[in-house]
């Protein structure tokens, strides 16, 4: 019988058929572990943007937002303080004497006409909202 | 470490720039990551929890992140922690060793839709799942992943030497249980 391989002409590379094994195993490992193990359709997607959304849920506020908030209730404060001073500069210059407890009652009769029981309540402490509804249960 | 690497970390730990760090850093490695945690857990569901935990550990942890490894060794080694951690508080919460929930749930592995494999396939996972759990984390990363032991070494914090024995008594296992079958 002809030994048709007793002269080969043909070459390859140094070192061809080492790098031929070592990528054709990788390559069915790669595809076998897909073919073994499954995700559901558009999972890796979906995942991202769950990852993402948790990881902004535990963001404290960006520095520069902090800062600026920070700015924001100074400036607050130093309106508010030279309003304050300006109140008490045009009180000192009024000479019109009002009593204490006529303008209370003023206030009051005035308000109270026009509140209803909710508005009332959510202006009282819980203590002072208890103390009402004990007495209203009692005969 | 190199610069570029150097560069998405210190991006990673800037308030300004680090969500949109982060999301390339899930985006890039959502997969890989998925894939080792999966083969360690099995099940998709779980494997799933472990991921998200894996990456939140990852947001949180960065600015403690030294450099002194390679960011996804860093973040393998936070995804092989969490699925181990996951299994033990299954376990526990079964009142099973480790070995005896993995084993269990490489049994019911032909029952799980998101599991293609065939006979042959289910019987190797079956095996793998019977080995010590560092055999069987080392078996992974090196038959299936194709990582090198250098790579492996530094991710569970073993000599290469270890690891070498660890993986040749593994497969020395695997063929045994599986010429026992055929």
Same mark, same amino acid.
């Given at each position: 019988?002809?030994?048709?391989?007793?002269?080969?002409?043909?070459?390859?590379?140094?070192?061809?058929?080492?790098?031929?094994?070592?990528?054709?195993?990788?390559?069915?490992?790669?595809?076998?572990?897909?073919?073994?193990?499954?995700?559901?359709?558009?999972?890796?997607?979906?995942?991202?943007?769950?990852?993402?959304?948790?990881?902004?849920?535990?963001?404290?506020?960006?520095?520069?937002?902090?800062?600026?908030?920070?700015?924001?209730?100074?400036?607050?404060?130093?309106?508010?303080?030279?309003?304050?001073?300006?109140?008490?500069?045009?009180?000192?210059?009024?000479?019109?004497?009002?009593?204490?407890?006529?303008?209370?009652?003023?206030?009051?009769?005035?308000?109270?006409?026009?509140?209803?029981?909710?508005?009332?309540?959510?202006?009282?402490?819980?203590?002072?909202?208890?103390?009402?509804?004990?007495?209203?249960?009692?005969? | 470490?190199?610069?570029?690497?150097?560069?998405?970390?210190?991006?990673?730990?800037?308030?300004?720039?680090?969500?949109?760090?982060?999301?390339?850093?899930?985006?890039?490695?959502?997969?890989?990551?998925?894939?080792?945690?999966?083969?360690?857990?099995?099940?998709?569901?779980? /494997?799933?929890?472990? !991921?998200?935990?894996?990456?939140? @550990?990852?947001? $949180?942890?960065?600015?403690?992140?030294? &450099?002194?490894? %390679?960011?996804?060794?860093?973040?393998?080694?936070?995804?092989?922690?969490? /699925?181990?951690?996951? !299994?033990?508080?299954?376990?526990? @919460?079964?009142? $099973?060793?480790?070995?005896?929930?993995? &084993?269990?749930? %490489?049994?019911?592995?032909?029952?799980?839709?998101?599991?293609?494999?065939?006979?042959?396939?289910?019987?190797?996972?079956?095996?793998?799942?019977?080995?010590?759990?560092?055999?069987?984390?080392?078996?992974?990363?090196?038959?299936?992943?194709?990582?090198?032991?250098?790579?492996?070494?530094?991710?569970?914090?073993?000599?290469?030497?270890?690891?070498?024995?660890?993986?040749?008594?593994?497969?020395?296992?695997?063929?045994?249980?599986?010429?026992?079958?055929?």
């Amino acid at each position: 019988m002809t030994n048709f391989n007793r002269k080969n002409y043909f070459r390859v590379p140094k070192g061809y058929f080492e790098k031929l094994e070592k990528r054709l195993i990788r390559n069915s490992k790669s595809s076998s572990n897909k073919l073994d193990f499954n995700v559901p359709s558009g999972y890796f997607d979906t995942l991202e943007e769950a990852v993402v959304r948790k990881a902004r849920l535990l963001t404290p506020p960006k520095t520069q937002e902090r800062k600026a908030t920070a700015l924001y209730y100074f400036a607050g404060i130093a309106a508010s303080l030279t309003l304050v001073f300006n109140l008490i500069q045009y009180q000192q210059n009024q000479v019109i004497e009002i009593e204490d407890q006529a303008l209370n009652d003023y206030i009051e009769s005035y308000y109270m006409d026009n509140l209803d029981s909710y508005e009332m309540l959510s202006m009282m402490e819980d203590a002072e909202i208890e103390l009402l509804s004990d007495f209203s249960n009692k005969p | 470490m190199s610069t570029s690497q150097s560069i998405f970390v210190n991006a990673l730990k800037d308030p300004i720039t680090k969500e949109e760090a982060f999301r390339r850093l899930v985006s890039e490695y959502k997969e890989r990551l998925y894939w080792h945690i999966r083969k360690l857990v099995l099940d998709h569901d779980d /494997a799933n929890d472990v !991921i998200q935990n894996t990456f939140i @550990k990852i947001y $949180l942890n960065i600015d403690g992140f030294k &450099e002194n490894s %390679a960011l996804f060794t860093w973040m393998y080694r936070i995804a092989t922690n969490e /699925a181990l951690n996951f !299994i033990n508080s299954k376990a526990s @919460k079964m009142g $099973l060793q480790n070995q005896d929930w993995i &084993e269990a749930k %490489a049994d019911r592995l032909m029952a799980d839709s998101y599991f293609d494999g065939d006979e042959a396939a289910h019987l190797l996972q079956k095996v793998v799942a019977r080995l010590p759990e560092k055999q069987r984390i080392v078996f992974n990363m090196k038959y299936f992943d194709g990582m090198t032991y250098e790579a492996i070494a530094e991710i569970v914090d073993t000599s290469v030497g270890a690891l070498k024995a660890s993986y040749h008594h593994a497969v020395k296992k695997i063929k045994t249980e599986l010429n026992d079958k055929f």
